[in-house]
Every structure is written in structure tokens, then in C-alpha cells.
């Protein structure tokens, strides 16, 4: 039997982030997506063909919560928990972009994220937008948005 598309996520998810194996990293559950939901509802973006073939997650998020995560003070998981509803965001953290293989460079991870960072713009005055990349294309698409956005760009680099 075929695994279905969203079966397939889940593993695509775990061999490029390997979530499960770092609790440093954001660990998205249900009670997770319903709080994303509530600091804003933009945060999670998904496109559809049988299934899912293309997951977003952005979180905004404070300047100074931004500033710790890129200085190494808080973990993934730290900056989403410090991160709480009905605050001034300033910024945007790229977490998350998966596309199925199939379905790459047809631009839907651009396209959901611009959507995505719109809507929130309407309510928040961001200035930033940030990432953690774990690709050389996840590192791309961040340089694209930023410059599509107008959004300032700061990255944190991999320790090795």
C-alpha cells in the first residue's frame, strides 16, 4: 500500500528536522497548532491534493525574543513558549517549510508564506523576519521572502 501524502509529510518533516529526536526543537502537537491558532491565524499554511503536499509554519513573535533565539539564550521550543498571544510582533521566525518532492518549484512554499506574513502585517508592525535553516533551499527561500517582504533578514547559523 502507497503511504498517503500525509504519512509522507510526517516523514519528510522528521528526516530533514529530526524533531523527534531534539527537544530543542519546536515539538508540534495539537495543543501546539490550537495555541499557534491563538497568537495568530496565519501562523500555519497547508496546500492540498490529495492530501497535504506543502506545510508552512511561521510564528511571529517580539524583537527581543528574536534576539535571544539568534544568540543562542533560548532553544526553538523556548522562543515559541516566551511567545504568547496578543503581544507586538516585530518579528516573523521561518520555522518550518515542507514541500513533497513532486510538488517542489512550483513555488507554493513562497506563495503560502507571503500570504501568510501579509496577514499578520496587517495586525503587527513587523520589521524582522528570521530563520534557523536547515537546507541550502530553506536558506534561499528565506533570502527571497525577506526581499519580497522588505524585511530585514537575520539568520542563525548551524552549530557544527
Known amino acids: 500500500m502507497t503511504p498517503s501524502n500525509f504519512d509522507r509529510m510526517l516523514e519528510l ?7 523527534r529526536h531534539d527537544p530543542s526543537q519546536l515539538q508540534v502537537n495539537e ?45 526553538e521550543q523556548e522562543l515559541f513558549d516566551k511567545t504568547f498571544p496578543g503581544e507586538k510582533y516585530e518579528a516573523i521566525y521561518l520555522c518550518s517549510a515542507t514541500v513533497l518532492p513532486e510538488h517542489r518549484k512550483k513555488g507554493l512554499a513562497l506563495m503560502h508564506t507571503l500570504r501568510a506574513i501579509n496577514e499578520i502585517r496587517k495586525d503587527h508592525p513587523v520589521k524582522f523576519l528570521f530563520v534557523w535553516p536547515f537546507t541550502n533551499e530553506g536558506k534561499l527561500l528565506a533570502e527571497k521572502i525577506a526581499e519580497r517582504t522588505n524585511l530585514e533578514l537575520k539568520i542563525k547559523e548551524a552549530v557544527e
Open 31 to 75: 495543543d501546539v497548532l490550537h495555541r499557534l491558532q491563538k497568537i495568530h491565524p496565519a501562523t500555519l499554511s497547508e496546500e492540498n491534493n490529495n492530501g497535504p503536499v506543502a506545510w508552512i509554519l511561521i510564528i511571529p513573535t517580539t524583537e527581543k525574543i528574536m534576539n535571544e533565539f539568534l544568540n543562542g539564550k533560548i532553544s
Open 13 to 19: 518533516v522528521d528526516e530533514v528536522f529530526s524533531t
